[in-house]
């Protein structure tokens, strides 16, 4: 099935499946430079990081990835939100974080073995550009500038999640404002 640039609207079932799919056209690097997680990168880099990206609508409830699937694709979020989420035996899925407008969706695509460790869906209609990690991978080894420059915002991010996870923990954990001291 071929859905028309930007969906369809209509309630034949084409037209239902094609708004639900996910929609893409190409980036440039001048859009993809004005993205918070890039936001200060050579342009020569934005540039590389341009030849691996195409931007992507996801309609709600659509899933980006499962848990425990190979993780070969990053997003950088323009817009929307989108729910990580966790499997929890005997529940639907916890949800651990949202994301939105300026975050990164996805940090296992960056180490061995590329396999996520939580799953992603759409909270909203939110689009992306969407990255190949092999070749932004790639794009690394070739360019340790490159490989810096993104390493230093993965970790930023990762850094920003730990902390936010850590908080939330001392939040659940809180008896009538004081943590256990597992005793």
């Known amino acids: 099935m071929t859905c028309p640039s930007g969906g369809a609207s209509g309630s034949s079932p084409v037209a239902t499946a094609c708004a639900a799919a996910p929609t893409s056209s190409g980036a440039s690097a ?32 659509r899933r980006f990835f499962e848990e425990g699937g190979t993780a070969s694709k990053l997003w950088l979020i323009v817009s929307g939100h989108v729910a990580l989420d966790v499997d ?29 460790q939580f799953g992603a869906t759409a909270v909203q209609q939110t689009t992306a550009f969407e990255l190949d990690a092999a070749a932004v991978r790639a794009a690394c080894e070739e360019d340790p ?13 990762a850094s920003s999640r730990l902390q936010a996870a850590r908080i939330r923990m001392l939040d659940l954990y809180a008896v009538s404002g004081e943590a256990r001291d597992g005793s």
């Not at 500038?145 to 991010?157: A, D, F, H, N, T």
């Open 145 to 157: 500038g490159l490989g810096y420059q993104l390493l230093r915002r993965v970790m930023s991010e």
């Open 30 to 61: 001048a859009d993809l430079a004005g993205h918070a997680f890039l936001r200060g990168m050579p342009d020569g880099y934005v540039a590389v990081l341009a030849g691996a990206c195409r931007v992507v609508t996801v309609g709600e409830g």
């Open 88 to 116: 929890v035996p005997g529940r639907s899925g916890l949800i651990l974080e949202t994301l939105g407008k300026g975050d990164l969706l996805g940090l296992s695509w960056l180490v061995p073995p590329y396999e996520w």
